[in-house]
């Protein structure tokens, strides 16, 4: 059967469990002299990419050759796209070329969902609209385990953009999963109309909300996905939710500063607040690469189970 | 065994210990030990795993069981490789390619606890502790108290 990783709903504690664990084996390869292991050797890896992307993009192009698996990149603006070319007819064209694993990200939720029914390839979701972007929470959730051991019981607070944000529905469905308590904070209008059944706190509050976190996630300002003036103006919302130069200096050392990139430097976080030693906002990219690798892996690598007559080799 | 690895190389220096997870790990650090006591000097050892590296990924399930750490320059050294039980000899084919990603060994040696036959590759090892001739679908183990063989349950 093929395995997808569509969402974190998808995954159980136990497969969380496999992926840090595969991840940490990752990081080792990356500390190599070669940092570059056959695994995935023969395999074949598309970016299918119908939005922009610097890190998501480049960190799983790194991801598969570090694995040996050739790679394709599909970039919208310079393929037949432009001449009308539907996604169903694009993948199955894609397809038809022999690949193993598609990376797709697509402006509308739910499309790598459909490019799952359309292939036979495993599909990563790589960003579907506002609905989900299952890497990058397991990337911070990697990060976080790295600094405080594990997320259970840590308090975590989202700001920011959360209407708008992928990344804030995949982490909040992550970390929850994996124990950490979340408290989002934003202003009522960056807020999606229904929380029912998100297992997390609001508050419009972050100075109040900073004494007792030990992470602190920002999000970007998207504002390319506003459609109308949900904030007064960008000096007002950093004044009211941006992690200004004051605010960081009031969290405790142990306090991490995290942002999933890419950073409206001086709106949701002051500049210099980037260079502090808890702000791991380049570990998280770097750990994006093993992470990824992880995935790849755990879709292409790890074979059925099969009864092994080989003990002790 | 410790004195056939000193006699051949002619004394431990630039001579390096990695165990092959999981099994060979513990029997490196064993051979580091008594070697040190024989010769009096230290040297590096580091462990092995080869999961990335295997002929048969996507066949069954292959998940690393620990994490490689070789902590030192294998350029110039001699190492041996410590293992458990050599049967087909892939995992030995895939460390042999793993090592060469860390540095260019002087030459590699193998040292393993059970010889028990089978091999798919034309790979023999340097240092046994025992030949132990098997059927295919039987089971080695090798404990701190010895040699265990059993049958596959199937």
Known sequence: MTRHLLSIDDLSLDDLDELFRLTDGFVEVGRRRIPKVPALKGRTVVSLFYEDSTRTRLSFETAAKRLTADTMTFSVSTSSVKKGESVRDTVETIEAMGIDAIVVRHASAGVPWQVAQWSSASVINGGDGWHGHPTQALLDSYTIRTHLGSLEGHHIAIVGDIKHSRVARSDVAAFTKLGARVTLVAPGTLLPPSLEGWPVEVSHDLDAVLDEVDVVYLLRMQQERMTEALVPSLEEYTVGYGLTRDRAARLGDHVLIMHPGPMNRGVEIAAEVTDLPNAVILEQVANGVPVRMAVLFWLLGVGPPAVDPEGGE | ?154
């Open chain 2, 1 to 154: 065994m410790a004195h056939e690895i000193i006699e051949r190389n002619q004394g431990v220096d630039d001579l390096a210990l990695i165990g092959l997870q999981t099994g060979g790990v513990p029997l490196a650090d064993q051979f580091a030990d008594a070697l040190t006591q024989i010769d009096g000097s230290d040297l590096p050892v580091g462990s092995l795993d080869v999961a990335f590296y295997r002929d048969d990924i996507g066949l069954r399930p292959v998940l690393p069981e620990a994490v490689t750490d070789i902590p030192f320059d294998l350029t110039g050294r001699t190492v041996v490789l410590v293992d458990d039980v050599l049967f087909t000899g892939r995992t030995i084919r895939a460390a042999l390619d793993a090592l060469t990603d860390y540095g260019r060994p002087r030459a590699v040696q193998l040292a393993v606890m059970v010889d028990r036959g089978h091999r798919e590759l034309p790979i023999r090892p340097d240092y046994v502790g025992k030949n132990l001739p098997t059927r295919r679908d039987e089971v080695v183990n090798v404990g701190p108290d010895g040699v265990d063989l059993g049958e596959t349950v199937k």
